[in-house]
Protein backbone atom coordinates (compact mmCIF):
# COMPACT_ATOMS: atom_id res chain seq x y z
CA UNK A 1 0.00 0.00 0.00
CA UNK A 2 2.93 2.11 1.08
CA UNK A 3 4.87 1.35 -2.16
CA UNK A 4 1.48 2.02 -4.22
CA UNK A 5 1.37 5.35 -2.93
CA UNK A 6 5.22 6.43 -3.81
CA UNK A 7 4.34 5.02 -7.32
CA UNK A 8 1.71 7.26 -7.40
CA UNK A 9 3.48 10.26 -5.84
CA UNK A 10 6.53 9.25 -7.99
CA UNK A 11 4.50 9.30 -11.72
CA UNK A 12 2.66 12.38 -10.33
CA UNK A 13 5.96 14.86 -9.51
CA UNK A 14 7.24 13.13 -12.71
CA UNK A 15 4.11 14.45 -14.78
CA UNK A 16 4.39 17.65 -13.26
CA UNK A 17 8.42 17.96 -13.98
CA UNK A 18 7.24 17.10 -17.67
CA UNK A 19 4.24 19.28 -18.06
CA UNK A 20 6.27 22.43 -16.92
CA UNK A 21 9.36 21.64 -18.93
CA UNK A 22 7.67 20.64 -22.12
CA UNK A 23 5.18 23.36 -21.83
CA UNK A 24 4.68 27.13 -21.94
CA UNK A 25 2.43 29.94 -21.66
CA UNK A 26 2.24 33.08 -23.92
CA UNK A 27 0.26 35.87 -22.31
CA UNK A 28 -1.80 38.32 -24.53
CA UNK A 29 0.74 41.03 -23.45
CA UNK A 30 3.48 39.22 -24.49
CA UNK A 31 5.38 37.58 -26.85
CA UNK A 32 8.49 35.19 -26.84
CA UNK A 33 11.61 33.34 -28.84
CA UNK A 34 12.01 29.43 -27.68
CA UNK A 35 16.22 29.05 -27.44
CA UNK A 36 17.69 25.45 -27.47
CA UNK A 37 21.18 25.01 -26.06
CA UNK A 38 21.10 29.25 -26.35
CA UNK A 39 20.06 29.47 -29.64
CA UNK A 40 16.61 30.78 -30.91
CA UNK A 41 14.70 28.41 -32.84
CA UNK A 42 11.33 29.99 -32.78
CA UNK A 43 9.22 32.98 -31.89
CA UNK A 44 5.74 32.78 -30.41
CA UNK A 45 3.98 35.91 -30.73
CA UNK A 46 0.53 35.12 -30.76
CA UNK A 47 -1.63 34.07 -26.78
CA UNK A 48 -1.57 30.29 -26.08
CA UNK A 49 -0.09 27.35 -24.76
CA UNK A 50 2.92 25.58 -26.50
CA UNK A 51 5.15 22.95 -25.95
CA UNK A 52 9.10 22.73 -26.37
CA UNK A 53 11.59 20.29 -25.40
CA UNK A 54 12.27 19.61 -21.28
CA UNK A 55 15.55 20.34 -20.43
CA UNK A 56 16.93 21.17 -23.97
CA UNK A 57 14.79 24.17 -24.22
CA UNK A 58 14.06 27.52 -22.55
CA UNK A 59 11.64 30.35 -23.44
CA UNK A 60 12.53 34.18 -23.56
CA UNK A 61 9.47 36.30 -22.64
CA UNK A 62 9.52 40.31 -24.47
CA UNK A 63 6.90 42.98 -23.64
CA UNK A 64 4.37 43.82 -26.64
CA UNK A 65 2.90 46.37 -25.48
CA UNK A 66 3.65 50.36 -26.00
CA UNK A 67 6.83 51.02 -23.36
CA UNK A 68 7.73 54.79 -22.28
CA UNK A 69 11.19 56.18 -22.37
CA UNK A 70 12.36 59.99 -20.86
CA UNK A 71 15.42 60.77 -21.99
CA UNK A 72 17.73 63.33 -19.64
CA UNK A 73 17.60 66.50 -21.10
CA UNK A 74 20.71 67.62 -23.20
CA UNK A 75 21.67 70.80 -25.03
CA UNK A 76 20.64 71.45 -28.65
CA UNK A 77 22.71 74.41 -30.96
CA UNK A 78 19.98 75.90 -32.93
CA UNK A 79 20.52 77.30 -36.77
CA UNK A 80 20.88 80.98 -34.93
CA UNK A 81 23.23 79.38 -32.54
CA UNK A 82 21.12 79.62 -29.66
CA UNK A 83 21.57 76.61 -27.39
CA UNK A 84 18.16 74.76 -25.73
CA UNK A 85 17.71 72.41 -23.23
CA UNK A 86 15.79 69.59 -24.59
CA UNK A 87 13.68 67.21 -22.80
CA UNK A 88 12.04 64.40 -24.58
CA UNK A 89 10.18 61.05 -24.35
CA UNK A 90 9.68 58.31 -26.62
CA UNK A 91 7.28 55.45 -27.07
CA UNK A 92 8.24 52.38 -28.48
CA UNK A 93 7.27 48.88 -29.11
CA UNK A 94 9.27 45.31 -29.80
CA UNK A 95 8.65 44.97 -32.95
CA UNK A 96 10.70 41.63 -33.58
CA UNK A 97 11.40 39.73 -30.36
CA UNK A 98 14.03 37.52 -32.44
CA UNK A 99 16.29 40.85 -33.83
CA UNK A 100 15.96 42.47 -30.33
CA UNK A 101 17.24 39.43 -28.83
CA UNK A 102 20.38 38.99 -31.38
CA UNK A 103 20.93 43.08 -31.08
CA UNK A 104 20.61 44.24 -27.61
CA UNK A 105 19.58 41.37 -25.26
CA UNK A 106 17.36 43.22 -22.68
CA UNK A 107 14.88 46.66 -22.32
CA UNK A 108 17.68 48.94 -20.42
CA UNK A 109 20.45 48.14 -23.39
CA UNK A 110 17.58 48.88 -25.58
CA UNK A 111 16.90 52.26 -23.93
CA UNK A 112 20.41 52.81 -23.92
CA UNK A 113 20.31 52.26 -27.92
CA UNK A 114 17.30 54.42 -28.15
CA UNK A 115 18.61 57.50 -25.98
CA UNK A 116 21.75 57.48 -29.25
CA UNK A 117 19.28 57.09 -32.06
CA UNK A 118 16.35 59.86 -30.99
CA UNK A 119 18.97 62.48 -29.37
CA UNK A 120 20.98 62.13 -32.59
CA UNK A 121 18.01 62.86 -34.97
CA UNK A 122 16.86 65.70 -32.28
CA UNK A 123 19.82 67.09 -32.53
CA UNK A 124 20.35 66.99 -36.20
CA UNK A 125 16.47 68.19 -37.08
CA UNK A 126 16.84 71.13 -34.73
CA UNK A 127 19.44 72.16 -35.44
CA UNK A 128 18.51 72.61 -39.41
CA UNK A 129 16.04 75.23 -37.50
CA UNK A 130 15.67 78.65 -35.48
CA UNK A 131 14.85 79.26 -32.44
CA UNK A 132 11.84 80.33 -33.22
CA UNK A 133 10.77 77.75 -35.43
CA UNK A 134 10.96 75.19 -32.20
CA UNK A 135 8.74 77.21 -30.05
CA UNK A 136 6.61 77.80 -32.36
CA UNK A 137 3.89 75.40 -34.17
CA UNK A 138 6.39 73.91 -36.18
CA UNK A 139 7.50 71.86 -33.50
CA UNK A 140 4.94 69.21 -34.34
CA UNK A 141 6.03 68.95 -38.04
CA UNK A 142 9.61 68.84 -36.26
CA UNK A 143 8.81 65.82 -34.05
CA UNK A 144 7.36 63.52 -36.59
CA UNK A 145 10.33 64.34 -38.82
CA UNK A 146 12.36 62.87 -35.61
CA UNK A 147 10.28 59.83 -35.48
CA UNK A 148 10.49 58.84 -39.03
CA UNK A 149 14.17 58.86 -38.74
CA UNK A 150 14.61 57.43 -35.68
CA UNK A 151 12.07 54.60 -36.52
CA UNK A 152 14.19 53.69 -39.61
CA UNK A 153 17.03 53.31 -37.45
CA UNK A 154 15.94 51.58 -34.78
CA UNK A 155 14.59 48.69 -36.80
CA UNK A 156 17.39 47.23 -37.21
CA UNK A 157 17.44 46.37 -33.16
CA UNK A 158 13.87 44.75 -33.54
CA UNK A 159 12.46 48.16 -31.87
CA UNK A 160 9.78 50.06 -33.65
CA UNK A 161 9.89 53.73 -32.60
CA UNK A 162 5.79 54.75 -32.27
CA UNK A 163 6.20 58.46 -31.18
CA UNK A 164 9.05 61.20 -30.09
CA UNK A 165 8.10 64.45 -28.43
CA UNK A 166 9.58 66.95 -26.83
CA UNK A 167 8.59 67.95 -22.99
CA UNK A 168 10.00 71.47 -22.66
CA UNK A 169 12.24 73.01 -24.43
CA UNK A 170 14.24 75.83 -22.24
CA UNK A 171 17.22 78.20 -22.49
CA UNK A 172 20.27 77.40 -20.10
CA UNK A 173 20.38 79.87 -17.49
CA UNK A 174 23.51 81.19 -18.80
CA UNK A 175 21.58 82.31 -22.14
CA UNK A 176 18.20 83.60 -20.66
CA UNK A 177 19.66 87.37 -20.27
CA UNK A 178 21.58 87.41 -23.15
CA UNK A 179 18.26 86.03 -25.19
CA UNK A 180 15.87 88.14 -23.54
CA UNK A 181 17.88 91.15 -24.70
CA UNK A 182 18.72 90.13 -27.95
CA UNK A 183 14.78 89.51 -28.00
CA UNK A 184 14.24 92.58 -26.72
CA UNK A 185 16.23 94.74 -28.90
CA UNK A 186 14.62 92.86 -32.24
CA UNK A 187 11.03 93.65 -30.98
CA UNK A 188 12.76 97.33 -30.82
CA UNK A 189 14.21 97.53 -34.12
CA UNK A 190 10.52 96.23 -35.34
CA UNK A 191 8.74 98.82 -33.47
CA UNK A 192 10.98 101.09 -35.20
CA UNK A 193 10.51 100.57 -38.77
CA UNK A 194 7.10 100.05 -38.36
CA UNK A 195 6.66 103.56 -36.57
CA UNK A 196 9.11 105.46 -39.87
CA UNK A 197 7.05 103.66 -42.03
CA UNK A 198 4.10 104.68 -40.70
CA UNK A 199 4.69 108.56 -40.23
CA UNK A 200 6.18 107.94 -43.45
CA UNK A 201 2.50 106.43 -44.65
CA UNK A 202 1.04 109.29 -42.38
CA UNK A 203 2.68 112.46 -44.39
CA UNK A 204 1.69 110.81 -47.59
CA UNK A 205 -2.15 110.60 -46.49
CA UNK A 206 -1.36 114.12 -45.25
CA UNK A 207 0.14 115.10 -48.31
CA UNK A 208 -2.54 113.87 -50.46
CA UNK A 209 -5.64 115.26 -48.55
CA UNK A 210 -3.65 118.87 -48.19
CA UNK A 211 -3.36 118.76 -52.24
CA UNK A 212 -7.02 117.04 -52.39
CA UNK A 213 -8.43 120.09 -50.20
CA UNK A 214 -6.55 122.48 -51.75
CA UNK A 215 -7.89 121.29 -55.38
CA UNK A 216 -11.40 121.31 -53.86
CA UNK A 217 -11.17 125.44 -52.67
CA UNK A 218 -9.61 125.89 -55.99
CA UNK A 219 -12.63 124.58 -57.66
CA UNK A 220 -14.86 126.45 -55.06
CA UNK A 221 -13.81 129.58 -55.87
CA UNK A 222 -13.95 129.54 -59.33
CA UNK A 223 -17.45 127.83 -59.15
CA UNK A 224 -17.53 131.05 -56.14
CA UNK A 225 -16.00 133.67 -58.67
CA UNK A 226 -18.22 132.27 -62.30
CA UNK A 227 -22.03 132.06 -59.89
CA UNK A 228 -20.83 135.80 -58.63
CA UNK A 229 -19.67 137.25 -62.29
CA UNK A 230 -22.99 135.80 -63.79
CA UNK A 231 -24.94 137.36 -60.43
CA UNK A 232 -22.92 141.26 -60.85
CA UNK A 233 -24.18 140.35 -64.76
CA UNK A 234 -27.42 140.07 -64.23
CA UNK A 235 -27.40 142.74 -61.49
CA UNK A 236 -25.88 146.02 -64.16
CA UNK A 237 -28.08 144.06 -66.82
CA UNK A 238 -31.12 144.60 -64.49
CA UNK A 239 -30.10 148.12 -63.54
CA UNK A 240 -29.51 149.04 -66.96
CA UNK A 241 -32.65 147.93 -67.93
CA UNK A 242 -34.39 149.76 -65.28
CA UNK A 243 -32.44 153.18 -66.09
CA UNK A 244 -32.99 152.48 -69.61
CA UNK A 245 -37.05 152.66 -68.68
CA UNK A 246 -37.15 155.50 -66.51
CA UNK A 247 -33.40 157.71 -66.12
CA UNK A 248 -34.89 160.16 -63.75
CA UNK A 249 -36.65 157.52 -60.96
CA UNK A 250 -33.02 155.68 -61.48
CA UNK A 251 -31.34 158.77 -60.84
CA UNK A 252 -33.94 159.64 -58.34
CA UNK A 253 -33.78 156.60 -56.69
CA UNK A 254 -29.59 156.62 -56.06
CA UNK A 255 -29.72 159.64 -55.09
CA UNK A 256 -31.98 158.71 -52.29
CA UNK A 257 -29.62 155.87 -51.44
CA UNK A 258 -27.04 157.95 -51.53
CA UNK A 259 -29.21 160.44 -48.88
CA UNK A 260 -29.12 157.42 -46.30
CA UNK A 261 -26.24 156.30 -46.70
CA UNK A 262 -24.30 159.43 -46.27
CA UNK A 263 -26.40 162.13 -43.97
CA UNK A 264 -28.00 159.92 -40.63
CA UNK A 265 -28.51 160.96 -36.80
CA UNK A 266 -26.06 163.23 -36.15
CA UNK A 267 -24.07 163.63 -39.25
CA UNK A 268 -23.36 167.26 -39.98
CA UNK A 269 -22.62 167.84 -43.84
CA UNK A 270 -21.19 171.25 -45.16
CA UNK A 271 -22.15 171.69 -48.90
CA UNK A 272 -23.44 174.40 -50.69
CA UNK A 273 -26.88 174.84 -51.42
CA UNK A 274 -25.85 174.90 -55.26
CA UNK A 275 -24.43 171.82 -55.06
CA UNK A 276 -25.60 168.82 -57.26
CA UNK A 277 -26.03 166.62 -54.13
CA UNK A 278 -28.84 168.40 -53.40
CA UNK A 279 -30.71 169.05 -56.44
CA UNK A 280 -33.88 167.17 -55.29
CA UNK A 281 -33.63 168.73 -52.43
CA UNK A 282 -33.83 171.99 -53.70
CA UNK A 283 -36.74 170.82 -55.92
CA UNK A 284 -38.59 169.53 -53.76
CA UNK A 285 -41.49 172.45 -52.25
CA UNK A 286 -41.62 173.15 -48.43
CA UNK A 287 -44.01 172.59 -45.68
CA UNK A 288 -47.15 174.83 -45.95
CA UNK A 289 -46.13 177.63 -43.53
CA UNK A 290 -42.42 177.48 -44.02
Sequence with gaps: ????????????????????????QVDQWKQAIVLQLGEPVRTVREPGLYLKLPLVQNVLYFDKRLLDYAAEPKEVLTRDKQQLLVDNYSRWRIHDPLQFYRSVRDENYAQSRLDDIVYSNVLETL??????????????????????????????????????????????????????????????????????EGEEESRKIRSGSDKEVQI???????????????????????????????????????????????????????????????????????????
Design 1 to 24: MDRRWIVIGGVAVLVWFVWTQATF
Design 127 to 196: GRHSLRDIVSDQRAELMEQVTKRSDAKAREYGIEIVDVRVKRADLPEKNEQYVFDRMRTERERLARKYRA
Design 216 to 290: LLADARQQAEIVRGEGDARAVEVFADAYGRDPEFYELLRTLEAYRKTIGEGTTVILSPHSEFFRFLNQAEPPPGR
